[in-house]
């Protein structure tokens, strides 16, 4: 489906004095290309002038007052001669991309004879130049829609980049919907664990940026963007451990939770013993704790005000899943790792033995390649049962109908654009090892005793653990999120039991439950925080023996940069 009524802007071109329509044709400014009677690779107006090009075509007759952007060439062969025409000069800028910016942003545009005014963009397009522009029509509606009732008044001071990242939250793909009603909801307070630790410290300083060791006070918000939904709201998505939702202002990672079995363990069987905010009237009707760093609304007005113009449905954008290598077994690493992890020249050659042991076995084996190019479950898969979709399927496919195609040119062609792509993966950094990439789900357990007044501000889990049903318990484990840049990215967690986490939650091995409280971990793992971001995981013996060796010399690079809020005046759009 697709609708006229929204066109995504995305500035990467400046306005020119003549601006190219089609291959090799040039339109003056000011000229619709429809509108133009081209003879002879020429279009004219109606006083004469040339406002059309096309070049590279012969022509049968130079023009008279040639733009000085263009001119004539001759090309001489054995056979004949020919002449057309070429560019020689660059274009006079009109507009550039700033400018031009800045002019439909203010005064939108008319296509196909709808007037467009800009509409919103999110945090993502704003960081690659693109916006939603929308028939001016539509745009208070639309604009209603996406604030849920927020008033903002003329001349009001306000942080549009965030106001307009929140609104922007509802324009986000989504993969299906499911209904939480308003006494579904249950909002506690955000807890943020206070406390020192030596870093290195980078700030701010008469405008430039300065670096030094010192012992700081760390600030970790424990639950940012995560909430905790009760398994009966999962559907048929239950077998996930996680769900990414999306709604009015709202923006929130939602695990999978034994919530009301949590309440009755713990003896919770009225709203009163509950600590938060909730419109439920008994306690089976809880099924979604949450806390403000997810509901964005709450930055402008009200909690009571967002359940008003909340949404019944709620956008699913992701689920947790599995890697793609060899069975959900294997990741890939990457180069910021291997870049960081200090390893000797021996140290790499044993790393990298086994994948360059596999190229061999791809080299002598066709029926390895077979389940390289297409795992898994290939004996549920018959040849020529699905749609033919790239090179691998025809590959596949023809593989498992003749055992001679294997001695063909072809065969042989792509085995070598195979293993030479995979030599190249390896070269970028690229290795399978045994891991994932977890979902970060921060203090679990301490979101529980919250919702019940319980939590004193202690960690279930403990410094330095965490709990992954991926792994072996009791053991270390080497983290690494993206960006990854310097060696105090590093990260060597021990795998732990837990016996809670196991009780009151339905988690799959593609979550990893942390401490961040007392814990320098979020700024370790690049500023993480829990509204899904993932970290790779994996137990890859010779990766732990070299990040170990270092790891206690790099302290936790910490950014003390602090971020100037620009609140503009708010300009309120008149109606057409």
């Known amino acids: 489906m697709y609708s006229a009524n929204v066109i995504n802007i995305t500035f990467k071109y400046s306005v020119k004095e003549w601006n190219q329509i089609r291959k090799n044709t040039y339109v003056k400014f000011g000229y619709n290309y429809k509108n133009l009677k081209f003879d002879d690779c020429i279009a004219k107006n109606s006083k004469g002038e040339i406002v059309g090009i096309i070049l590279k075509e012969k022509i049968n007759s130079v023009s008279e007052n040639i733009p000085k952007y263009f001119s004539t060439i001759a090309e001489i062969n054995d056979v004949k001669s020919q002449i057309h025409y070429e560019k020689v000069k660059e274009f006079k800028t009109l507009k550039n991309k700033f400018q031009l910016r800045k002019e439909l942003y203010k005064n939108g545009f008319i296509c196909d004879e709808i007037k467009y005014c800009r509409m919103k963009r999110s945090a993502g397009a704003a960081r690659v130049?693109?916006?939603?522009?929308i028939n001016e029509v539509l745009f208070k509606p639309l604009l209603k829609f996406s604030?849920?009732?927020?008033?903002?008044?003329?001349?009001?001071?306000?942080?549009?980049?965030?106001?307009?990242?929140?609104?922007?939250?509802l324009s986000s793909s989504i993969i299906d919907t499911l209904t939480i009603l308003p006494e579904n909801i249950l909002l506690i307070d955000d807890y943020n664990s206070v406390f020192r630790d030596d870093v290195i410290e980078t700030h701010n300083e008469n405008g430039w940026l300065k670096t030094t060791e010192k012992n700081c006070e760390i600030t970790n918000s424990i639950w940012d963007g995560q909430s905790l939904m009760d398994i009966s709201l999962f559907g048929k998505y239950k077998k996930y451990g996680m769900l990414l939702l999306r709604n009015l202002m709202f923006k929130s990672c939602c695990f999978n939770c034994n919530i009301q079995k949590w309440f009755k363990d713990n003896n919770i069987k009225d709203i009163s013993q509950l600590n938060g905010i909730t419109r439920a009237k008994k306690i089976e009707d809880i099924k979604l704790i949450t806390t403000p760093s997810s509901i964005k609304y709450l930055k402008f007005d009200t909690f009571d005000n967002w359940l008003d113009n909340?949404?019944?449905?709620?956008?699913?954008?992701?689920?947790?899943?599995?890697?793609?290598?060899?069975?959900?077994?294997?990741?890939?690493?990457?180069?910021?790792?291997?870049?960081?992890?200090?390893?000797?020249?021996e140290e790499v050659k044993e790393f990298l033995r086994e994948s360059l042991n596999f190229v061999e076995i791809l080299k002598e084996r066709p029926e390895v390649v077979r389940y390289f190019i297409k795992y898994p479950e290939l004996d549920r898969i018959k040849p020529l049962s699905r749609t033919i979709k790239d090179k691998n399927d025809v590959i596949y496919n023809l593989m498992c109908i003749n055992n001679n195609f294997t001695k063909t040119k072809y065969y042989r062609d792509f085995l070598y654009n195979l293993i030479t792509a995979f030599y190249k993966n390896l070269k970028n950094g690229h290795v399978y090892v045994n891991g994932n990439y977890s979902v970060l789900f921060g203090n679990p357990m301490e979101m529980l005793y919250q919702s019940i007044g319980k939590f004193n501000g202690e960690s279930q889990i403990g410094i330095g653990n965490i709990y992954s049903k991926r792994f072996e318990y009791d053991k270390d484990l080497l983290g690494s999120r993206s960006p990854h840049v310097t060696m105090a990215n590093i990260w060597i967690p021990h795998n732990t039991e837990n016996k809670l986490i196991d009780s009151y939650f339905n988690l799959t091995d593609e979550i990893v439950c942390i401490n961040s409280i007392s814990e320098n971990v979020l700024q370790r793992l690049s500023g993480a925080d829990f509204?899904?971001?993932?970290v790779l995981l994996t137990d890859d013996k010779i990766l732990l023996r070299a990040a170990k060796k270092n790891y206690n010399l790099f302290k936790t690079s910490t950014s003390f940069i602090s971020a100037k809020k620009n609140r503009k005046v708010l300009y309120i759009r008149k109606s057409s």
């Open 129 to 133: 130049g693109k916006c939603l522009f």
């Open 147 to 169: 604030s849920g009732g927020i008033l903002l008044k003329k001349g009001q001071p306000i942080n549009l980049a965030a106001y307009e990242s929140y609104i922007a939250l």
């Open 310 to 345: 909340l949404y019944q449905k709620f956008g699913i954008v992701k689920h947790d899943k599995k890697t793609h290598f060899f069975e959900e077994q294997l990741v890939q690493t990457h180069y910021q790792l291997i870049n960081t992890i200090q390893m000797t020249k």
């Open 531 to 534: 509204d899904s971001d993932t």
